[in-house]
């Protein structure tokens, strides 16, 4: 059954987190162009989803939406300044499409996909960004093809990786390419006692943001299994 709330993703009454699930390292580091940018540097610009990205990124939408896993138990190791999670799908549909219907669509589809569980045990990073692979991720990837079925027009990351980013847990993306690899090291050094970390899975969420800079706050939460 879905919940209507309104606090933002992991955060107190009141609050809002200003970057988004769509914070994501990429799955490879080829160099083909896309654009007049190498993949490389669109991915890295992708990191700053949520606020306007300049030249090969891109900024939230108002009304944009996204499905979620929360991982509160990564969130002591997340230093980026918004709640541990995986994304399922960003973006969804604009919340101005949201309906019973929708509602019902989604709490059935979740309902078919039974809890899982998540481990995080290693440190990976792409350039300017830490993260944790879960494992296994076939869990979420099969959430994200169930919800793309249905809704094809939503892709993932508005269609700018092929193939979508994989399953992730960013911890950190706010160091450039110069300074990045040494903090990095500290970050896995201070964290590397708490892994593996070890995550169940039993809900996803949905949730919305008003456009850049403006947070994202919760819409509904879906049960896994019913």
């Known amino acids: 059954m879905s919940t209507t709330v309104s606090t933002a993703l992991g955060t107190a009454p009141g609050t809002t987190v200003s970057t988004p699930p769509g914070t994501a390292p990429g799955t490879t580091t080829t160099s083909t162009k ?6 490389t540097e669109i991915r890295t610009e992708a990191e700053g989803a949520g606020q306007e990205a300049d030249g090969g990124g891109w900024p939230d939408l108002p009304g944009d939406t996204a499905l979620t896993i929360r991982v509160p138990e990564a969130n002591p190791l997340v230093t980026a300044g918004f709640p541990a999670h995986v994304t399922v799908l960003y973006p969804f549909l604009n919340e101005s499409r949201l309906t019973a219907s929708t509602d019902a669509e989604l709490r059935a589809l979740f309902a078919a996909h039974a809890p899982f569980t998540l481990t995080f045990g290693a440190f990976r990073r792409y350039p300017g960004v830490l993260y944790l692979p879960p494992a296994p991720d076939t869990p979420v990837r099969a959430l994200t093809r169930s919800v793309t079925a249905r809704w094809p027009e939503a892709v993932p990351y508005r269609g700018i990786f092929d193939p979508p980013l994989a399953p992730h847990l960013t911890l950190a993306n706010h160091e450039g390419p ?18 593996p970390l070890t995550a169940e899975v039993t809900t996803v969420d949905l949730i919305a943001t008003d456009g850049p800079g403006r947070g994202w706050r919760d819409v509904a939460s879906y049960r896994l299994g019913g």
């Open 34 to 39: 896309i654009g007049t940018k190498t993949d």
């Open 178 to 195: 110069d300074t990045y690899e040494a903090a990095y090291d500290a970050l896995e050094s201070r964290f590397a006692s708490a892994l």
